[in-house]
């Protein structure tokens, strides 16, 4: 069966620091692969999705990053945070994009 | 562009009630998907359910039941002899037909009291 994991759960990190959050997917080959913020209030933001390997669409521009050197693999990226980076982050794949889809245990990002 | 409304922001019920939480899309196009998730404290979101635009048989899982109604662009979500462990965030979503993006709607926070 597919399994996502998701790390690390907590993080607390200070503005200007840079991040690496990282997701990676078993059981699958060639998903398409999600990163989304929540922020307090709730709602889900697309921040980027990738259908392949080196393939990174991103939905909303800001000073984050994605990258995916694996096919299983995908890396959410900051060089340096800033406060309004604060927030829950969900990493989530799925078989095609007319299927359902899977989300990780999610990262909880503070900046102070 | 699509949409997606979930107009009930938070419900509060007693134990054993009935509750039926709406979703309203908005799409031109003919081949869609749409989907409910539940998101319980701990924060990782579950799938519910997924349909297509072409059927609208309901669905019917234990508790949980969905009706799906195209006449008025709906795809409402029923619990029956709600639980406390029913408590959550529910979102309702769509896809649209040869999309990666998914649209999510604000979600609607369901709380059941003992």
């Known amino acids: 069966s597919q399994t996502i994991h998701q790390w690390p759960a907590t993080l607390v990190q200070p503005v200007g620091s840079p991040l690496s959050l990282e997701c990676t997917v078993e059981g699958t080959s060639n998903p398409n692969l999600y990163w989304y913020r929540q922020a307090a209030g709730r709602g889900l933001q697309l921040l980027f999705y990738?259908?392949?390997?080196?393939?990174i669409s991103s939905e909303v521009p800001q000073n984050l990053s994605a990258s995916r050197p694996q096919d299983r693999q995908f890396i959410l990226s900051s060089k340096k945070l800033l406060l309004s980076d604060s927030g829950f982050y969900l990493c989530?794949?799925?078989?095609?994009?007319?299927?359902?889809?899977?989300f990780g245990p999610g990262t909880r990002l503070t900046v102070l | 562009a699509q949409k997606v409304t979930q107009a009930q922001t938070e419900i509060s019920v007693v134990e054993k009630e009935d509750v039926t939480l709406d979703c309203v899309y908005e799409?031109?196009?003919?081949?869609?998907?749409l989907f409910w998730y539940k998101q319980p404290p701990s924060g990782e979101l579950v799938f519910l359910i997924r349909r297509n635009s072409f059927d609208e048989q309901n669905e019917i899982s234990g508790r949980y039941s969905w009706n799906f109604q195209k006449s008025t662009s709906s795809f409402n979500f029923t619990i029956t002899a709600s639980q406390v462990v029913d408590s959550a965030v529910y979102f309702c979503a769509l896809t649209l037909g040869g999309s990666y993006i998914p649209t999510f709607g604000r979600g609607t926070s369901l709380i059941v009291h003992p």
């Open positions: 989530a794949w799925s078989p095609s994009s007319r299927d359902e889809q899977f």
């Open positions: 799409t031109r196009d003919t081949t869609y998907y």
């Open positions: 990738s259908v392949g390997i080196g393939q």
